[in-house]
């Protein structure tokens, strides 16, 4: 049965590449073009490429792909493969000698899941964006969630498995959507204030947890007439608010959660609704990333 999923923003395509051994994969986004796109980081233990293009003193330019990635900082090198493929196709940020690719994203830490010594490389990235569709994206253990877990408060033996979550929603003849790799350091609620992982509790032993180890990753898309980079950082602060009410806790210095926001700009749409849609998506792409199975 089809599911709501970011790829139903038109121009969103979503591909995975999972090595189910390992445990360890990638997920590549590409958007229609031009767009217009901005990322906000509020985790103290980010692993991020090319995210300086997003300051408010840089020039808005058009982002090709957004790569997640589990690996830790190795697996930053599998964008590689997604530069080099992009780059074949005549697609970049022009420059006087060519297009130069524009391929963001970041990482989550998975090592201490499946094997550490394996981590996605430049194959994978490439794998990844060629298996990119408009079909529903599948979730759970897949892609950069193959390794992902939550609830790593009384260490990483407590933790339970998470991964991909996707959902969208109309707002007006515009849509948003969003797609999430859960990887945090705490437990899943709902919106309603129900545990989905986890037990009630504190951190039993007072042991500081592993820092660096955790991060949740979102991308946030639409096709909404949205060209100010100062009103789509509204989209960003409710996407993190979104983790904040879904994760607990979350944004903590033990976390890299950093959120990518693309508008292809194409359709009216009131800048306050949008905001509100980016909120509920992301938290239903959260719960989604615990609870689906790997069958959409």
């Avoid at 796109?37 to 808005?60: H, N, Q, S, Y």
């Avoid at 530069?83 to 022009?94: F, K, S």
């Avoid at 194959?123 to 079909?135: C, I, P, V």
């Avoid at 991964?163 to 959507?177: E, F, L, N, R, W």
Wanted: charged share 20%; net charge negative; proline share 5%.
């Amino acid at each position: 049965m089809s599911i709501d999923t970011i790829t139903d923003v038109p121009g969103v395509l979503v591909g995975h590449a999972t090595d189910l051994e390992a445990r360890t994969g990638v997920t590549v986004l590409t958007f229609d073009e031009p767009n217009v796109a901005v990322a906000d980081v509020r985790g103290g233990a980010p692993g991020t490429r090319e995210l300086g293009l997003f300051g408010d003193a840089i020039k808005p330019v058009t982002v090709n792909a957004i790569m997640f990635a589990g690996g830790s900082a190795f697996g930053l090198g599998a964008a590689q493969g997604i530069v080099d493929q992009i780059e074949e196709e005549g697609r970049g940020a022009p420059t006087p000698t060519g297009p130069v690719p524009i391929v963001t994203g970041a990482i989550i830490y998975d090592l201490m899941v499946g094997r550490s010594d394996v981590r996605p490389g430049p194959n994978e990235g490439l794998a990844a964006y060629l298996a990119r569709s408009t079909d529903p994206v599948t979730m759970g253990a897949v892609g950069a969630g193959s390794g992902a877990t939550v609830g790593k408060l009384n260490g990483i033996d407590a933790a339970t498995t998470a991964g991909i979550g996707s959902a969208s929603v109309k707002v007006g003849d515009a849509t948003v959507g969003a797609l999430v790799v859960l990887n945090a350091i705490g437990d899943v609620f709902t919106l309603d204030g129900c545990r989905l992982t986890g037990v009630d509790g504190t951190h039993a032993d007072g042991d500081v947890p592993l820092s660096g180890f955790n991060t949740t990753l979102i991308a946030v898309a639409t096709d909404a007439d949205v060209e100010d980079r100062n009103e789509l950082r509204r989209l960003a602060v409710r996407a993190h608010d979104a983790l904040g009410a879904t994760v607990r806790p979350a944004h903590t210095r033990y976390d890299g959660d950093a959120a990518w926001i693309v508008a292809s700009p194409q359709v009216d749409a009131d800048i306050d609704a949008l905001a509100e849609a980016a909120f509920g998506v992301v938290a239903l792409a959260v719960i989604r990333a615990v609870t689906m199975e790997n069958d959409t």
